[in-house]
């Protein structure tokens, strides 16, 4: 079981935000939350899916960044197993 950290953002950083935390590597699940709770969008982040297999969800964040005002990004991370 992973552990989840909570972002609130406005749309113009979401798209900013979303490539920061898939460069850190170590994320399972991101879902993208408005500002009632509703969930906008969530996807999951495998291992080696990169480059132009996120194209068309960054583009698909993008699109939702222009529309929405606050939202929060929750972040499903996998378990750091070297510390134990």
């Known amino acids: 079981m992973g552990t989840k950290e909570f972002f609130t953002t406005t749309g113009e950083n979401l798209l900013k ?7 850190e590597g170590n994320v399972r699940r991101i879902t993208i939350t408005e500002k009632s709770g ?20 960054l583009a698909a964040v993008g699109a939702l960044a222009a529309l929405i005002g606050e939202c929060t990004i929750t972040v499903e991370r996998e378990e750091d197993h070297s510390k134990e």
């Open 17 to 23: 935000k979303i490539k920061e935390l898939i460069e």
């Open 38 to 57: 509703r969930e906008l969008m969530s996807f999951p982040l495998t291992i080696g899916v990169v480059g132009a297999l996120l194209a068309p969800v």
